[in-house]
């Protein structure tokens, strides 16, 4: 098997594997320097550089990129946050202060129970805390129940405003709403648009 030049170390050592019990099953590795990404082989697009189509979409723990294996070339996609979830302290508050069902066995609470009948309690309830895992989880309510796709919509106004202002608060959330392993955008939640807009603009920002 034909060793690739490692995007990391610049060395010839670099080389796949195939297991299907990952997901995604197809991974990378340097022998020289340890490096390691896996690929997602449902993406091969044609390099803009070398015009040969061998650029792979490659992620490690801290980004996603195109890597052409032929000119070496790599684009980045994004960078991918710390992962953030939501407390239990943050859940037994949220669910007393709106009076919601909070069982053990509910696994997304914060988006079964999240309601748009509500959405300007969660803003009031948002500026009135001083807790960012409150804040945390209140952000993934109101985005749930947003469901829009229009920049001058009033509510994602707002919601955006709190975004920016806490950036690094509800990075991972951002993230999640980008869906960027799926290029077909009509796919994606409706609101993907405005978050891949609202992430490029930040994610700058915020290195
Ligand atoms: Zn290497
Ligand atoms: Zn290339």
Redesign the pocket.
């Known amino acids: 098997m034909a060793l690739q030049i490692?995007p990391?170390?610049?060395?010839q050592?670099?080389t796949w594997s195939f297991d299907e019990e990952n997901i995604p099953p197809t991974s990378w590795h340097?022998s020289?320097?340890?490096?390691t990404a896996c690929e997602d082989e449902s993406f091969e697009r044609l390099c803009a550089t070398c015009n040969i189509k061998s650029e792979s979409r490659l992620a490690d723990d801290k980004k996603i990129y195109w890597w052409c294996s032929t000119c070496n070339t790599i684009t980045i996609i994004s960078k991918i946050p710390n992962y953030r979830y939501p407390t239990r302290a943050a859940i037994d508050f949220l669910a007393a202060e709106f009076n919601y069902r909070n069982e053990p066995h509910m696994q997304d609470w914060e988006y079964e129970v999240a309601s748009a009948e509500d959405l300007d309690k969660y803003f009031a309830v948002y500026s009135r805390v001083n807790d960012d895992d409150i804040r945390f989880t209140l952000m993934m309510m109101i985005i749930e129940v947003l469901g829009t796709n229009d920049e001058t919509n009033k509510d994602w106004l707002r919601a955006k405003q709190l975004l920016i202002e806490n950036f690094s608060l509800h990075e991972y959330t951002v993230f999640y709403w980008c869906i960027f392993d799926n290029e077909h955008i009509e796919d994606c939640f409706y609101i993907t648009p405005l978050m891949r807009k609202l992430w490029q603009e930040q994610a700058e920002k915020h290195p």
Request: hydrophobic content about 10%; glycine content about 8%; proline content about 0%.
């Open positions: 490692c990391n170390c610049q060395q050592d670099f340097c020289n320097c340890g490096y």
